[in-house]
C-alpha cells in the first residue's frame, strides 16, 4: 500500500466524517468483492482481489483514530521517518510530511489550534468493526427464503468481567498525569518557518485519557474479548449470488460509546441439478421423444414449488424451442410478484435400435419422403445458390 492515497482508493475527502468512511468502505467492498467475481476470468479475479485488498487496507487506516491521524500528519500510518536523527530526516528538512501537512501545521501555529481536534475523543468513542460472514444457501434457500439460519462466527465483544473497562474494579482506572485526561498533548516543533505547535494523541494513555493500574484479568486490560457466537437469521426470498444483507449491531463491539458494527452476510448460492437461474427467471432443458416432436402433446413441467405443470408441445416442435410459463420463476425482493420460467424442449434421438425398430423406421422414411421439411429445403436453396 505504499505511496497509495487511502481516500482516494475509498472515493471520499479528507474532511469525510467516520459514517461517511464505513459507507464509502461498504460501497466498494461490496463492489470489489471475491465473490461477485467467482465466474470472472482469472486477471478479473487477481484484479479484483488486489483492489479489494487496498479498499480493506484503507478502510483499516481511516477507520482507526490513531492511524489516520498519523497518515494524515505523516504520509503514513506508521509515523514519521526521521532520517538524521534531528527530527527533519530528508530533503529539505521535512522528511516523513507532505506538502499538504506542512502547511496544516503552518495554518495550526498562527491558529492556536491542531486542524486534528477530536483524535482522543474518537479514540475513547469508536464504532465496532463490521464483520463479513460469506453464507452459502441451497438453490431453494436462495429462492424461498430460510428461517432461523444458524451460522457460527468470531467476533469481538465488550469483556463481561470489567464491563469493557479493562480495569479490574473502578479504583484501578487513574486519569492520566500526562494528558490531565484529554488524551492529547501538545508538541511544539522547529521548523524552518518557526516553533511550531500541534496535537499529538497521548503516548501515555494511548488517546483514552486515563491509565488502568490494575488490569482485568480476563482481557488483559483491553475491554474486550474474541469470542464465538451462534446466530439464527431470517433470509428473505429471492436472494441471489453475491447478494448482501445488513444484521445491523451484530459486528464487534464498539469501544467507549460508539456503536457496535454490523454483520454483513454475503450469500453464495449452490447450483441446481435442473433449474438454472437468470435474475427471478429459471430455465431448464426438457427432452421429448422424435414422435411428441413431430405428433404434438401436452406433457408435465417440474415446477420449483414441488408440482408439475401442463405445456403443450406442437406438432413438428423443432429441438432447442424455447416455451414460456408466465410467473413460475422467483419472487422479486421487494414485490409481491414472480419471474417467469423458460422450457428449452430438446429432441432426444434414439439410439440402439432394434432391427425391427430400424425396419420401422424405414418404412416411415418412405412414408415421409414426400413430406414438408421447411428446414431441410431452406438449407437445399442455400447451398444451391453457392
Same mark, same amino acid.
Given at each position: 500500500?505504499?505511496?497509495?492515497?487511502?481516500?482516494?482508493?475509498?472515493?471520499?475527502?479528507?474532511?469525510?466524517?467516520?459514517?461517511?468512511?464505513?459507507?464509502?468502505?461498504?460501497?466498494?467492498?461490496? #463492489?470489489?468483492?471475491?465473490?461477485?467475481?467467482? *465466474?470472472?476470468?482469472?486477471?478479473?479475479? #487477481?484484479?479484483?482481489?488486489?483492489?479489494?485488498?487496498?479498499?480493506?487496507?484503507?478502510?483499516?487506516?481511516?477507520?482507526?483514530?490513531? #492511524?489516520?491521524?498519523?497518515?494524515?500528519?505523516?504520509?503514513?500510518?506508521?509515523?514519521?521517518?526521521?532520517?538524521?536523527?534531528?527530527?527533519?530526516?530528508?530533503?529539505?528538512? /521535512?522528511?516523513?510530511?507532505?506538502?499538504?501537512?506542512?502547511?496544516?501545521?503552518?495554518?495550526?501555529?498562527?491558529?492556536?489550534? !491542531?486542524?486534528?481536534?477530536?483524535?482522543?475523543?474518537? +479514540?475513547? %468513542?469508536?464504532?465496532?468493526?463490521? &464483520?463479513?460472514?460469506?453464507?452459502?444457501?441451497?438453490?431453494?434457500?436462495?429462492?424461498?427464503?430460510?428461517?432461523?439460519?444458524?451460522?457460527?462466527?468470531?467476533?469481538?465483544?465488550?469483556?463481561?468481567?470489567?464491563?469493557?473497562?479493562?480495569?479490574?474494579?473502578? !479504583?484501578?482506572?487513574?486519569?492520566? !498525569?500526562?494528558?490531565?485526561?484529554?488524551?492529547?498533548?501538545? &508538541?511544539?516543533?522547529?521548523?524552518?518557518?518557526?516553533?511550531?505547535?500541534?496535537?499529538? @494523541?497521548?503516548?501515555?494513555?494511548?488517546?483514552?485519557?486515563? @491509565?488502568?493500574?490494575?488490569?482485568?484479568?480476563?482481557?488483559?486490560?483491553?475491554?474486550?474479548?474474541?469470542?464465538?457466537?451462534?446466530?439464527?437469521?431470517?433470509?428473505?426470498?429471492?436472494? %441471489?449470488?453475491?447478494?448482501?444483507?445488513?444484521?445491523?449491531?451484530?459486528?464487534?463491539?464498539?469501544?467507549?460509546?460508539?456503536?457496535?458494527? +454490523?454483520?454483513?452476510?454475503?450469500?453464495?448460492?449452490?447450483?441446481?441439478?435442473? /433449474?438454472?437461474?437468470?435474475?427471478?427467471?429459471?430455465?431448464?432443458?426438457?427432452?421429448?421423444?422424435?414422435?411428441?416432436?413431430?405428433?404434438?402433446?401436452?406433457?408435465?413441467?417440474?415446477?420449483? =414449488?414441488?408440482?408439475?405443470?401442463?405445456? %403443450?408441445?406442437?406438432?413438428? *416442435?423443432?429441438?432447442?424451442?424455447?416455451?414460456?410459463?408466465?410467473?413460475?420463476?422467483?419472487?422479486?425482493?421487494?414485490?409481491? &410478484?414472480?419471474?417467469?420460467?423458460?422450457?428449452?424442449? @430438446?429432441?432426444?434421438?434414439?439410439?440402439?435400435? *432394434?432391427?425391427?425398430?430400424?425396419?420401422?423406421?424405414? =418404412?416411415?422414411?418412405? *412414408? $415421409?419422403?414426400?413430406?414438408?421439411?421447411?428446414?431441410?429445403?431452406?438449407? +437445399? #436453396? $442455400?447451398?444451391?445458390?453457392?
Amino acid at each position: 500500500m505504499a505511496n497509495k492515497d487511502y481516500y482516494q482508493v475509498l472515493g471520499i475527502s479528507k474532511q469525510a466524517s467516520a459514517d461517511e468512511i464505513k459507507s464509502a468502505y461498504r460501497q466498494m467492498a461490496k #463492489k470489489y468483492h471475491p465473490d461477485v467475481f467467482a *465466474t470472472a476470468d482469472e486477471a478479473a479475479k #487477481k484484479n479484483a482481489e488486489e483492489k479489494f485488498k487496498e479498499i480493506q487496507h484503507a478502510y483499516d487506516v481511516l477507520s482507526d483514530p490513531q #492511524k489516520k491521524a498519523a497518515y494524515d500528519q505523516y504520509g503514513s500510518e506508521d509515523g514519521p521517518t526521521m532520517g538524521d536523527g534531528s527530527g527533519f530526516g530528508g530533503f529539505g528538512g /521535512f522528511g516523513g510530511f507532505n506538502g499538504s501537512d506542512i502547511f496544516s501545521d503552518i495554518f495550526s501555529a498562527f491558529t492556536g489550534g !491542531s486542524g486534528r481536534s477530536g483524535s482522543s475523543r474518537n +479514540n475513547r %468513542d469508536r464504532d465496532g468493526d463490521d &464483520i463479513e460472514y460469506t453464507l452459502r444457501l441451497t438453490f431453494m434457500e436462495a429462492v424461498f427464503g430460510a428461517k432461523d439460519k444458524e451460522i457460527n462466527f468470531t467476533r469481538i465483544e465488550k469483556c463481561a468481567t470489567c464491563g469493557g473497562t479493562g480495569a479490574k474494579d473502578a !479504583s484501578s482506572i487513574k486519569v492520566c !498525569s500526562k494528558c490531565n485526561g484529554s488524551g492529547v498533548i501538545n &508538541i511544539q516543533q522547529r521548523t524552518p518557518f518557526g516553533v511550531m505547535q500541534s496535537q499529538r @494523541i497521548c503516548d501515555e494513555c494511548g488517546g483514552r485519557g486515563k @491509565i488502568i493500574t490494575d488490569k482485568c484479568k480476563d482481557c488483559g486490560g483491553k475491554g474486550r474479548v474474541r469470542k464465538q457466537c451462534t446466530k439464527k437469521v431470517t433470509i428473505p426470498a429471492g436472494v %441471489d449470488n453475491g447478494q448482501m444483507l445488513t444484521v445491523r449491531g451484530e459486528g464487534c463491539s464498539a469501544v467507549g460509546k460508539g456503536a457496535n458494527g +454490523n454483520l454483513i452476510l454475503i450469500f453464495k448460492i449452490d447450483e441446481h441439478p435442473l /433449474f438454472k437461474r437468470d435474475g427471478v427467471n429459471v430455465s431448464l432443458e426438457v427432452p421429448i421423444t422424435v414422435s411428441q416432436a413431430i405428433l404434438g402433446d401436452t406433457i408435465k413441467i417440474p415446477t420449483l =414449488d414441488g408440482k408439475t405443470t401442463d405445456l %403443450d408441445v406442437s406438432a413438428g *416442435t423443432q429441438s432447442g424451442t424455447v416455451k414460456r410459463i408466465r410467473g413460475k420463476g422467483i419472487k422479486y425482493l421487494r414485490k409481491d &410478484i414472480y419471474g417467469d420460467m423458460f422450457v428449452k424442449l @430438446i429432441v432426444d434421438i434414439p439410439k440402439d435400435l *432394434t432391427l425391427r425398430q430400424k425396419a420401422a423406421l424405414k =418404412d416411415m422414411n418412405e *412414408t $415421409l419422403a414426400k413430406a414438408k421439411y421447411e428446414q431441410v429445403e431452406k438449407y +437445399n #436453396k $442455400l447451398i444451391k445458390g453457392l
